[in-house]
């Protein structure tokens, strides 16, 4: 008892005392792969009040082969209300749309082959803004001449996720809506173990979940475990992750724990649940043919003495 009180202090004080950081450090070296370009951050957090703005340098490297002048572009994204991805795509904008905060000082820019640039990105919060949380995606693309057979152009292009969060009278609730198997109440011997949690987010700004997963034998032995790193999750949706843990390769019951930053205020919570490891039809007939004939020998083994 005093050993299990004991681990739940220490997760609990992890949990605590050691967020992860959910941005990408701008000194990161850019890939240099022959044939492509990339840019960095790939995704940018940024918090603000109604009046403010800060300007995010987009780090952008070409090694396409040649000189290509890249543009800027804005997609507009919205919460996606049950789901894997967190958000979709629109094409509409609407009064607090991501397109009607951002601006460039340049829009365009030439860039020579294995050239590293600039490209500023200025974020500005309306002074009339309420409380709420943002997505959108800054895109980064350049057009190609190619030479099939339909002279046809391809575009080319990359973009920066910017999650924004404007500060004001914030509602931060979230809650655990399921922690299960992804597929059924049961899994099959020898494969390997697939969870789903389903985290949603009842307030009006993003938050950034984290934890832990356990899984555990039916007496409470660890067998394997897998932190889960912070994800996104937009206000008034909910947002699935999936966990793949080790395959169990002995039929019976296990167990699987779930310990839970809810990404605000350090509020902890922690779920578990039941299920069964059993074989398919071709391991259930392989079982039961080879007791069939230990019985057998057994059997013969009695009748000859």
């Known amino acids: 008892m005093f050993s299990s ?51 995010v340098n987009l780090r952008l490297a070409n090694f396409l082969g040649q000189e290509k002048t890249f543009s800027l572009g804005v997609s507009n994204l919205l919460p996606q209300a049950y789901g894997q991805e967190g958000f979709i795509t629109t094409t509409s904008t609407g009064p607090f749309s991501f397109s009607n905060l951002v601006s460039f000082s340049a829009g365009s820019k030439k860039v020579a082959n294995g050239q590293e640039v600039i490209m500023p990105v200025k974020i500005t919060i309306p002074f009339d803004w309420p409380a709420t949380s943002v997505i ?44 299960s198997l992804l597929d059924s109440w049961y899994q099959t011997w020898g494969e390997k173990t697939r969870l789903q949690v389903a985290y949603k987010n009842s307030g009006n700004v993003h938050l950034n979940p984290y934890g832990a997963v356990y899984l555990k034998s039916f007496y409470g032995r660890k067998l394997a475990s897998k932190y889960l790193e912070p994800w996104f999750v937009l206000p008034r949706s909910i947002r699935l992750r ?64």
């Not at 220490?10 to 941005?23: E, K, N, Q, R």
């Not at 057979?149 to 404007?166: D, E, K, P």
């Not at 990404?263 to 259930?284: E, H, K």
């Open 5 to 55: 009180c004991f681990k739940k202090i220490v997760i609990i004080s992890l949990f605590c005392l050691c967020p992860m950081a959910f941005t990408q450090a701008l000194a990161v070296a850019l890939p240099q792969t022959a044939g492509t370009f990339s840019i960095a951050p790939a995704r940018k957090e940024i918090r603000l009040a109604p009046g403010q703005s800060q300007t």
């Open 136 to 179: 959108g995606l800054v895109t980064v693309g350049t057009d190609s001449e190619t030479d099939n057979l339909h002279n046809a152009r391809l575009n080319t292009s990359a973009g920066a996720l910017f999650l924004i969060r404007v500060n004001g009278q914030t509602r931060e609730e979230g809650q655990i809506e399921k922690f």
């Open 242 to 305: 999936e966990v793949e843990l080790s395959p169990l390769w002995l039929p019976g019951i296990y167990r699987a724990d779930l310990f839970l930053n809810l990404g605000y205020q350090n509020q902890l919570i922690d779920r578990s649940f039941y299920f069964a490891v059993l074989p398919n039809w071709w391991q259930t007939l392989i079982l039961l043919t080879s007791f069939l004939l230990v019985l057998r020998a057994v059997f013969k083994l009695r009748k000859n003495v």
